[in-house]
């Protein structure tokens, strides 16, 4: 499906008007809100053992307290009264959160967002952590210690084992649940409304390609493209607009596609307010085209230019980001795709699926046509955090087949942590990973993609319907407040 990104602009094609998969929409919300209800119930379990140890506090903790998330730890003052309030703020580059064990939990905060919470839990020792999958592994786990309020929530505080708690499956209400209900549903409306119009709900689509400038010079015909490196104002959800960090405005940045044999220019120009480089990571290169300051290259200053050129010699699904301070420029969005194809036309579909071959039972078509080709670039970090595509649900865009349709993928993963990437109803075949066509090529339903990967799928959408995509980290894709992050959705007409 093609997603017009102007919301003041109506769309052409076939997705205007009432949509038949609406209504399996809602349905499919249904299913889903009673996945969550379960998931939430078992990690509320975890999570509710430590409210009876309770013992009173020597020494009154401050009503506010600043607590700081990192990776991967919690820092802070961590002594409080209890009714008073914890100003979190996430001071790191990757999304955390802070549980207070048994109490309240933060929204998943970006790097640089904060939020407060109140410390509605009785005096004594309770353990916080951020419950991001692995973070609290990793160190993200501290000791908070709550003293008798100064008013506030004082009634019921001294009660061992008893503290009023807005998370606890014990003191949930059926009205606690049936509002989790129905936040689910809601939060998939103004995807549905994607869906049935067409219409984006965001401004701003990254990951296009971008058409060379051809210069000849002594003989030689080069592709030339101007990356300028830029922070600008990027929506990552309907009314959620951060600074991102770009190639020429957009996240993902432009696709610079192309054929062995290519002599090809990249004209970086800084406008970042910091140094920068440009590494093609996964194309084949000269040692001082490879973009690492200081050892390949002398650091390209803020205002600077450099240009890396070179002669393409391999087929290649590769991605292009900053080598310098990657650990911030990349997951705050300066990432894009390089897909360069053997000589001779074809592109890469010729290259890496394996037509006329048997895999698992299933004979891989010999005239095989794929109808539609796609990027999938996973983040989960820095300001852009959990998305696709620079984009978090409901922005993410839906795809649209036609049923028999094949479809390619490639997913990137430019984040920090491995996304189990999850088509429903159709195995993927993971023809080619990190752009090298596999000799055994396998179907699997979630493929892993791990960071600095690149896995290519085909998959043939054999039956109607709206078919969920998603990362199977449920915490990618899902929260209390409903759907978010690392989702989208493939509509199959008949
Ligand atoms: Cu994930």
Same mark, same amino acid.
């Given at each position: 499906m093609s997603v017009d990104q102007t919301p003041t602009q109506d769309v052409s094609g076939s997705t205007k008007g009432e949509s038949p998969y609406s209504g399996m929409l809602v349905v499919l919300a249904g299913g889903i809100a009673m996945a969550l209800i379960v998931l939430s119930i078992g990690l509320i379990g975890r999570s509710s053992g430590g409210d009876g140890d309770s013992g009173k506090a020597a020494g009154g903790g401050a009503t506010n307290v600043a607590v700081d998330l990192s990776e991967f730890k919690i820092s802070g003052d961590l002594n409080v009264a209890s009714g008073g309030t914890l100003d979190i703020t996430n001071k790191g580059s990757q999304i955390h959160n802070l549980v207070i064990d048994g109490g309240g939990k933060t929204s998943d905060l970006n790097g640089g967002e904060s939020e407060s919470l109140a410390v509605d839990v009785a005096p004594g020792t309770h353990v916080v952590y951020c419950s991001i999958s692995g973070h609290r592994e990793a160190g993200m786990e501290a000791e908070l210690t709550v003293t008798? /309020?100064? /008013?506030? =929530?004082?009634?019921?505080? =001294?009660? =061992? /084992?008893?503290a009023s708690t807005s998370h606890s499956t014990d003191e949930m209400t059926i009205d606690d649940y049936v509002k989790m209900d129905q936040q689910m549903l809601d939060s998939f409306n103004p995807f549905v409304e994607v869906v049935k119009t067409g219409k984006a709900n965001t401004k701003g689509i990254g990951g296009k390609d971008l058409e060379p400038n051809i210069v000849t010079e002594d003989g030689v015909v080069w592709k030339e493209w101007t990356l300028t490196a830029e922070i600008v104002d990027w929506e990552i959800s309907p009314g959620k607009t951060v600074k991102a960090w770009t190639y020429n405005g957009t996240v993902p940045g432009p696709i610079l596609r192309g054929e062995v044999g290519d002599h090809i220019r990249v004209k970086l120009i800084n406008k970042l307010p910091m140094g920068t480089d440009i590494h093609m990571h996964g194309m084949i290169l000269p040692n001082d085209m490879d973009g690492v300051a200081p050892l390949t290259q002398d650091l390209v200053p803020a205002g600077g230019t450099f240009t890396y050129q070179y002669e393409v010699t391999e087929p290649a699904i590769a991605m292009y980001h900053p080598h310098h301070h990657g650990q911030m420029t990349v997951v705050n969005g300066m990432w894009g795709a390089m897909i360069f194809s053997p000589k001779? *036309? *074809?592109?890469m579909s010729d290259y890496t699926i394996p037509r006329g071959k048997t895999v698992s039972g299933v004979t891989i078509p010999a005239d095989l046509k794929v109808a539609q080709e796609h990027n999938m670039v996973l983040n989960d970090a820095? #300001?852009? /955090?959990? =998305?696709l595509n620079g984009k978090s649900f409901p922005a993410t865009e839906p795809y649209s087949l036609k049923t028999g349709d094949w479809m390619l993928v490639n997913y990137y993963n430019e984040g920090l942590q491995y996304h189990p990437m999850h088509l429903h109803q159709f195995p993927q075949? #993971?023809?080619?990973?990190d752009g090298i066509p596999l000799d055994y090529p396998y179907f699997a339903d979630t493929i892993s993609v791990g960071p600095g990967e690149r896995y290519t799928v085909l998959f043939q959408a054999t039956k109607p319907g709206i078919w969920v995509w998603h990362c199977h980290i449920l915490t990618h894709a899902e929260s209390e407040e409903g759907m978010f992050g690392m989702v989208t959705a493939l509509a199959v007409a008949d």
């Open positions: 008798e /309020g100064s /008013g506030g =929530s004082g009634e019921g505080a =001294s009660t =061992s /084992g008893s001779g *036309g *074809g592109g820095g #300001v852009i /955090g959990l =998305s075949l #993971v023809i080619a990973r």
